[in-house]
Structures are given as structure tokens and as C-alpha cells.
């Protein structure tokens, strides 16, 4: 069936290191993926998306890659701080414009470690 | 512009009662969503309004109603809680970029 999934839980690194996130997808019609934060106690945070007729995206410290041979996408955090501490969660946005929906995977939770 | 909000923050019911959570955006989005999120999981999609006078279900919408109210507000009402509902919900609006923006969330224990 249809899914977006993570593959680690939890993903540990020090401060200052790059850090990697990556997500599978199984629907090869899926066309808009984006990467939410969300820190404990609050709602998710958008980081940054992505659309399939792209390969890479940049944002401020982060970029996303997307592979759609392989149906995998990757969030990259550079020089990462104790702030970027949260769960991540990639998410895929169905539906036409106006209707779209947002189907979750399960998260991976980053810590950061001084 | 306080974005999306929701009340109450937290909420705890007796299996069989009933209760509404607000929400409210002040983007002038016209999509608004109603997510639960239980512990460890992803959000899930209960309920959704792409405008409003519209209402569509989501992955998990049994046990919910949903009213939209006006374009800022969207309510989502438990008719009689089950413990299988204690969760986290979490609303959101959509404007014409696609992109979600989520309110604080409401958390809710049905003993």
C-alpha cells in the first residue's frame, strides 16, 4: 500500500556535524514532499519542500534531495545545534490544489549532543 | 496575526462524554485540517475542509464531526469519547502555496 516512512527512530550526532535524515515513499505518483520539525509540546514546524520535477532544494543550513528512482528523500541539516534538537517528519501532500491532504511518516527523533 | 490556534490546550473526559475543539486561523486560508497524533506516530488526517461550506474525511474520521463554521474556524466534536481517542490533535490551515501551518495542539485524555 501507500506510504511515506522513516528509516532510523532516532538519530544522534554532535554539534557542529551535518546530519542526515532520510524517508521512503512507495507511491511513484507522488509529486510534493515536505519536511516538517517538530519540538516537544508544539505543533509541526514546515522546513522546507520539495517538488518531484526537482532534484534538490536549499534552504537556510538545510537542503533536500530527492531520488525518484529509488522513491527516497533525504533532509540534510548542516553544522547542526542543540536548537535543531526535535522530531522530524517527512510528509507527502496529495490531492489537487485546494484539496490537498498531508500523509506523515512515523518521525525521527535528532538529538544533538554538545 | 497569531496563525493558527486552538482551544482548549488540554482536556480530559469520561468515556461517553462529549466536547468540541475550536479552531482558528487569522491567515484568510481557505483549507483548514484536523490531525490526531499519537505518541511515537505521525499525524493522521481525521477531517478536512478545502473551503468553506466543505467538509471531506480523512484517514481516520469515525467518531468525529466536524463543522466549518466560517472561513477562520473549524470545530471538531467528539459525540461520545472513547480512550481510543486520547491523543494529541493538531489543526491546521492551507493557503494557496500548499503549504500547512499548524496550530499548538489540544491534548486529550479519555479515562
Known amino acids: 500500500g501507500e506510504s511515506v516512512g522513516l528509516h532510523l527512530p532516532t538519530l544522534s550526532v554532535q554539534e557542529g556535524d551535518n546530519s542526515i535524515i532520510n524517508c521512503a515513499y512507495s507511491?511513484?505518483?507522488?509529486?510534493?514532499f515536505i519536511w516538517y520539525k517538530q519540538e516537544s509540546g508544539k505543533g509541526p514546524q514546515f522546513i522546507i519542500d520539495?517538488?518531484?520535477?526537482?532534484d534538490k532544494r536549499q534552504g537556510q543550513r538545510v537542503t533536500v534531495l530527492l531520488n525518484k528512482t529509488v522513491k527516497h528523500l533525504s533532509l540534510q541539516i548542516a553544522a547542526t545545534q542543540p536548537g535543531d534538537s526535535a522530531v522530524y517528519f517527512c510528509?507527502?501532500?496529495?490531492?489537487?490544489?485546494?484539496?490537498?491532504?498531508?500523509?506523515f511518516g512515523s518521525g525521527t527523533r535528532l538529538q544533538v549532543q554538545p | 496575526n497569531a496563525g493558527v490556534t486552538q482551544t482548549p490546550k488540554f482536556q480530559v473526559l469520561k468515556t461517553g462524554q462529549s466536547m468540541t475543539l475550536q479552531c482558528a486561523q487569522d491567515?484568510?486560508?481557505?483549507?483548514m485540517y484536523w490531525y490526531r497524533q499519537d505518541p511515537g506516530m505521525g499525524l493522521r488526517l481525521i477531517y478536512y475542509?478545502?473551503?468553506?461550506?466543505?467538509?471531506d474525511k480523512g484517514e481516520v474520521p469515525n467518531g468525529y464531526n466536524v463543522s466549518r463554521l466560517n472561513k477562520r474556524e473549524f470545530s471538531l466534536r467528539l459525540e461520545s469519547a472513547a480512550p481510543s481517542q486520547t491523543s494529541v490533535y493538531f489543526c491546521?490551515?492551507?493557503?494557496?502555496?500548499?503549504?500547512?501551518?499548524f496550530g499548538p495542539g489540544t491534548r486529550l485524555t479519555v479515562l
Open positions: 520539495i517538488r518531484s520535477n526537482m
Open positions: 510528509a507527502e501532500n496529495r490531492g489537487d490544489t485546494g484539496r490537498r491532504a498531508l500523509t
Open positions: 491546521a490551515s492551507m493557503g494557496a502555496g500548499d503549504t500547512q501551518y
Open positions: 491567515m484568510n486560508h481557505n483549507s
Open positions: 507511491n511513484s505518483a507522488s509529486d510534493y
Open positions: 475542509s478545502a473551503s468553506e461550506g466543505t467538509t
